[in-house]
């Protein structure tokens, strides 16, 4: 039997395919190994969304080179190999697999090749027609399931990658994700998160046409479905009929993601996001007035070329203005053949640094008091395992708020159950309680 090693770096969509590839490959009889050093077939699936990312895997790479030719084959997928393509093979000539997101369908006749014994083998095509039929997909969580409905992205915001990674726009059919989801209930999964680079500009591309409140509305009604989430928004696509689905539905969790980026107007317009903050805030007010109570998740860039103070300024108010329940925050990040490149005015790094640093400690403040509004409410939680070192299960909430919890019965296994749960304590990225039975 065949070994394989794979390490994933990047977004959801990223962890998925591996999933995918490791499916593929254990149905091919490869058996999955820890670490580097024991695997036969040693994978990357990367990320280029930020340089960062992609150093690392090269700094990999170099690391385990003095392998390569013993016996040992190194492949490198995902957004990283669809941009560099063949230069990998020059930057890291022991490299004998690059393969895209797009092309992972293919994996079986690459392998092949590779069993034969070829030294360098691409699957780099953007052109694939579907990418979703997964039999393979070997999922990492028992509880929760990723769904991918589209792939691509058709939007071309100045600072992105990933239309350049994953290709335009292609959407799923209503039926075989709603197919899909019955499966996975079938097997035993009770939480669904929904997958796409822009999961609101989905379209079935049947003669049914639903959108993405549509389809929503029909996995609502998957008998024994428990939570659907889904990731990523964009908020030039976001309609008020999801917050309504959401609202007539509370299979669907009451948690929104919905990148911001920044808060300023013009930052907006360089960064062609095609919103403006007002347009955004209308979005916001969808969400305060729901029946339910949404958490706001959202993602901040700062330090974009010619960034001003003033604009800085804006996207401070819009976090005391959202109030968001928390924020991913990044420093602008360089990315090959994209149309930031080309902007006036980027800041040096100390400078992004200082304005992360803003960002964040708002941000702080700003989740300590959300979280302290939880004390003395009992939440219904999905326990998704136990966490040795404190003692206490691990849980999400339907607004998706990690709460860790304890539980008096010992011995129990709580793993996959949903449960009450009382809260006692609120940090600033998680809540602590206990159960209440
Ligand atoms: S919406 Fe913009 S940031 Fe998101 S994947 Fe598409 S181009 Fe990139």
């Not at 063949?86 to 006749?109: C, M, T, W």
């Not at 920044?262 to 805030?281: A, H, I």
Request: contains cysteine; hydrophobic residues 35%.
């Amino acid at each position: 039997m065949k070994t394989f090693y794979i390490e994933t770096f990047g977004c959801q969509m990223n962890a998925h395919d591996s999933e995918k590839v490791v499916g593929t490959l254990l149905t091919r009889g490869y058996e999955q190994v820890e670490t580097p050093e024991d695997a036969e077939l040693v994978l990357y699936n990367t990320c280029s969304i930020r340089d960062k990312a992609e150093q690392k895997v090269f700094n990999r790479l170099q690391n385990f080179k003095r392998h390569a030719g013993k016996g040992k084959v190194f492949g490198v997928l995902g957004c990283v190999a669809q941009q560099e393509g063949e230069k990998i093979f020059d930057r890291a000539p022991h490299v004998s697999l690059v393969v895209g997101s797009a092309s992972y369908n293919q994996l079986p006749q690459l392998l092949v090749q590779i069993e034969n014994g070829d030294k360098r083998v691409t699957g780099l095509s953007l052109d694939t027609e579907d990418t979703f039929e997964t039999p393979m997909t070997s999922r990492d969580n028992p509880h929760r399931a990723f769904l991918t409905i589209i792939e691509g992205c058709n939007k071309a915001c100045s600072y992105c990658v990933v239309p350049f990674t994953r290709g335009p726009e292609r959407s799923r059919t209503a039926a075989s994700v709603i197919a899909e989801a019955k499966q996975l209930v079938a097997a035993g999964y009770l939480e669904i998160m929904l997958l796409g680079q822009n999961v609101n500009s989905y379209r079935d591309p049947s003669p049914d046409g639903l959108n993405f409140a549509q389809l929503l509305e029909k996995l609502g009604e998957v008998q024994g479905l428990r939570r659907v989430r889904f990731t990523t928004s964009h908020p030039r696509d976001f309609t008020k009929e999801i917050i309504d689905a959401i609202d007539a539905n509370p299979v669907l969790c009451n948690h929104i993601h919905l990148p911001v980026q920044s808060g300023s107007t013009e930052v907006l317009t360089k960064m062609q996001r095609m919103y403006t903050r007002d347009q955004y805030l209308r979005r916001i007010e969808w969400m305060k007035n729901a029946k339910r109570k949404m958490s706001i998740t959202s993602d901040i860039i700062v330090g974009f070329p010619g960034e001003t103070e003033q604009d800085l300024e804006q996207t401070l108010s819009l976090q005391d203005e959202v109030q968001f329940d928390s924020v991913f925050t990044f420093k602008y990040s360089k990315r090959p053949n994209t149309p930031a490149l080309a902007l006036e005015d980027h800041m040096s790094e100390d400078e992004k640094t200082r304005r992360l640093t803003m960002v964040m400690e708002k941000q702080r403040t700003i989740q300590l008091r959300i979280n302290a509004e939880y004390l003395g409410t009992v939440e219904e939680v999905l326990v998704e395992g136990f966490n040795k070192a404190t003692g206490q299960w691990i849980s999400r909430t339907t607004q998706h708020k990690t709460l860790n919890f304890n539980h008096t019965v010992p011995d129990a296994n709580l793993a996959g159950t949903f449960m009450n749960v009382m809260v006692t304590r609120a940090g600033p990225h998680s809540l602590v309680g206990e159960s209440v039975v």
